[in-house]
């Protein structure tokens, strides 16, 4: 490994000695070796380690991010020279594919979404770059490649097993505010994600961001506002709401019930009627969401700002403290 120091914000940047062009994980500037103006090899040694061809692009894995009920998912880059990192999900499962083709029809609905906001809504969704089918191992997998979002690598279940008794407060409000204001905007699109689980909510610990990814399971929504869930999470399957499980329908209500019970048990609570650290009126206002109650994202929004004003006060930067993160901004 050699560590060098990000030309943008002077993060330090660690790497293998085969790696060329270096993105800051921290502001997402790209460092090239030399100095400005001199040239970069026109690609990435091939070192042994493995690569992918999705799309007319050769990828390099660089590592393991996550891996779900159908998928695997690793972080790459594109080989040529400056190549941009990628998100690449695999497929386990020949017979999931169908939620594979579902994840990507959806996640180009939304990029085409007309509703206001979409301009910045879209940049907290995976972007689709490609899909195809790849040879992994003994057998073709349907790969599918997004592009890598600068500091969301970081999932709310590490956040969870990282804080055993829970977030602050204000960061667990801010997490949760996020995904409302994302959940009223795909709402207005009208899809429902049908799977706001928290490997499934990725964060930025110290940019009071939140993402969405895990859409395969997304569902239309029809003139009464629900759609059919396709398919539950083996693992997560509590966390879907009782009426969600039997009817198999998702909703807004559904969606910000999930949300609200990950941003529960993220503030440590023990059980979704539980408000873990989270004070008055906060607690009944959360416990209330996760039971279904609410079905406006938005007004919900406003509500749980206004609540947190009465407990907290003023807003103010909460970042998550994390192993191997900077524990906030000079």
Request: hydrophobic share 40%.
């Amino acid at each position: 490994m050699r560590i060098e120091f990000c030309r943008g914000c002077g993060a330090p940047l660690q790497a293998r000695w085969s790696e060329i062009v270096l993105q800051c994980s921290y502001c997402g500037a790209q460092n090239a070796p030399g100095e400005e103006g001199e040239p970069v090899p026109s690609s990435i040694p091939d070192d042994g380690r493995l690569r992918l061809a999705v799309g007319g692009r050769t990828y390099l894995v660089l590592g393991t991010l996550a891996q779900g009920d159908s998928s695997i998912v690793y972080r790459g880059r594109w080989v040529r020279r400056l190549g941009e990192q990628v998100v690449l999900k695999v497929l386990r499962s020949p017979s999931d594919e169908d939620l594979f083709r579902r994840e990507w029809a959806f996640l180009e609905r939304l990029q085409g979404s007309s509703a206001p906001g979409t301009e910045h809504f879209v940049s907290l969704l995976p972007e689709p770059i490609s899909m195809g089918q790849v040879e992994v191992g003994d057998r073709d997998r349907m790969t599918s490649v997004f592009r890598w979002r600068s500091g969301f690598y970081l999932t709310l279940e590490r956040v969870m097993d990282a804080h055993r008794d829970g977030v602050e407060p204000g960061s667990a409000v801010w997490i949760f505010k996020r995904l409302l204001e994302l959940l009223s905007w795909v709402h207005r699109t009208g899809v429902a994600h049908c799977a706001v689980l928290p490997p499934h909510v990725l964060v930025h610990p110290l940019d009071h961001g939140a993402m969405l990814v895990g859409w395969t399971a997304a569902a239309a929504l029809d003139r009464d506002s629900r759609g059919e869930i396709v398919a539950f999470s083996r693992r997560w399957r509590d966390w879907y709401p009782e009426k969600a499980r039997n009817a198999r329908q998702g909703s807004p209500s559904v969606d910000i019930a999930m949300a609200a019970r990950c941003c529960l048990r993220a503030a440590g609570a023990s059980d979704f009627d539980k408000a873990g650290r989270l004070p008055r009126p906060l607690d009944k206002l959360l416990i209330a969401a996760a039971e279904g109650r609410h079905a406006d994202a938005w007004d919900l929004r406003e509500q749980v700002s206004q609540a947190s004003l009465d407990a907290l006060g003023p807003p103010q930067y909460c970042p998550i403290e994390m192993p191997g993160w900077p524990s906030g901004r000079s």
